[in-house]
C-alpha cells in the first residue's frame, strides 16, 4: 500500500512540474465579481518555449448563468501578445457542471490558448469581466494557469 501512495505522489509531482504560473486572486468582496474589477497577474518567464494558458474561475456550485463573456490580454513591455474573447460556459449541453466540484465551490478551468510562444522576461494578464451588469455574483475567485508544453 506504501509503495503504491509513493508511485501516487511521483506522478501527481511530475504533473505539476509543467505549471508555471497557478494563481487565483480571491479578492472579491461578497462573492461578486464587479465588471469593472480587471484582474491582473503579473510573472516571469525564466524558460524560452510554449505555454498552455488556461483561465481559472472559481464559483459557488450550480451558478446561475450558463455562459459568461471574458477577455483576456497577455503582455510583454506594453505590448499585447495575446488579445481573446471567450465565452465561457459553465455547464455542458445537459446542464452537468463543467467544474471540478467539492462541495459547493467549483473550479472551472478554461483553456484560452494551447500554445503560445513565450520567451524570458516580465509578463503581464489582464482578466476583464464582459458581463453586462454592474458585478458577476456566486463568484469565489479569478485566475491564471501557465503550463509549459512538452
Keep these: ?12 509531482i511530475a504533473c505539476n512540474q509543467n505549471i508555471v504560473v497557478d494563481e487565483l486572486d480571491k479578492s472579491l468582496t461578497n462573492n461578486r465579481w464587479q465588471q469593472a474589477d480587471d484582474k491582473v497577474f503579473e510573472f516571469a518567464i525564466e524558460q524560452e518555449g510554449e505555454y498552455q494558458l488556461e483561465l ?21 513591455e506594453e505590448q499585447i501578445l495575446l488579445g481573446e474573447e471567450l465565452v465561457v460556459s459553465f455547464k455542458d449541453d445537459d446542464g452537468k457542471e463543467l467544474g471540478e466540484c467539492v462541495g459547493d465551490i467549483c473550479d472551472l ?3 484560452v490558448s494551447s500554445k503560445i510562444k ?6 503581464r494578464i489582464v482578466v476583464q469581466n464582459g ?3 454592474t458585478y458577476l455574483p456566486n ?3 479569478v485566475g ?7
Design 131 to 133: 458581463f453586462k451588469g
Design 139 to 141: 463568484m469565489l475567485g
Design 109 to 111: 478551468y478554461t483553456p
Design 144 to 150: 491564471i494557469r501557465l503550463k509549459k508544453t512538452p
Design 118 to 123: 513565450l520567451s524570458e522576461g516580465e509578463y
Design 1 to 12: 500500500m506504501r509503495k503504491i501512495s509513493v508511485l501516487v505522489l511521483l506522478l501527481l
Design 56 to 76: 481559472h474561475l472559481a464559483h459557488i456550485y450550480d451558478f446561475q448563468f450558463e455562459q459568461v463573456p471574458v477577455e483576456v490580454y497577455l503582455s510583454k
